[in-house]
């Protein structure tokens, strides 16, 4: 049998990988379809829930953006864990914050050391998103979490950590 191997995704069995130089509109005809995007050297399959999806290939090194969030009713000033064995190596891309009422001050941890964010991330009840720019690399097996501080009568934050990390 056949592997995909080659471009980072294991697949056992026949399947047909065409060559294009975009992606072709969706026809719901063609659900498992493989392609092979020439211009970014990426690997394609059509689903019937998400439409087109990367999931591998030589241009994107088969990397995926990627958020994982949590949300904490009645925060309290202390460290949450949003994932306990990262998947994959990774990089956070940015941090969004938003509360229901009040404050608080989001720091974003990977095992137990604050990344660098553009500016401070304070929650409120507008969503905020800061870009993070320096210690942001994680590996497998790393914990990601944040921290809560500057606590300020804060109800329902919800935390989002965006990330771009390996398929494989």
């Not at 999931?55 to 088969?62: D, E, K």
Request: aromatic residues 6%; contains cysteine; proline residues 5%.
């Amino acid at each position: 049998m056949a592997s995909m191997k080659h471009y980072g995704v294991r697949m056992l069995g026949p399947f047909i990988l065409e060559n294009v130089p975009s992606l072709p509109p969706i026809v719901p005809d063609e659900i498992g379809r493989l392609v092979y995007l020439i211009p970014s050297e990426d690997v394609w399959v059509l689903t019937s829930s998400f439409g087109w999806v990367r999931i591998g290939g030589g241009g994107s090194a088969g990397l995926l953006n990627d958020a994982v969030g949590g949300m904490v009713e009645t925060p309290k000033v202390k460290e949450y864990t949003l994932v306990l064995y990262a998947p994959s190596n990774g990089t956070i891309t940015s941090v969004s914050a938003r509360t229901k009422a009040g404050s608080c001050r989001v720091t974003c941890q990977i095992n137990g050391s604050n990344i660098t964010l553009a500016s401070t991330l304070t929650a409120t009840t507008t969503k905020t998103t800061v870009l993070a720019t320096g210690a942001n690399a994680f590996v497998t097996g790393n914990v990601i979490s944040f921290k809560v501080s500057h606590l300020a009568a804060a109800e329902d934050l919800v935390v989002e950590v965006n990330c771009q990390r390996s398929l494989v």
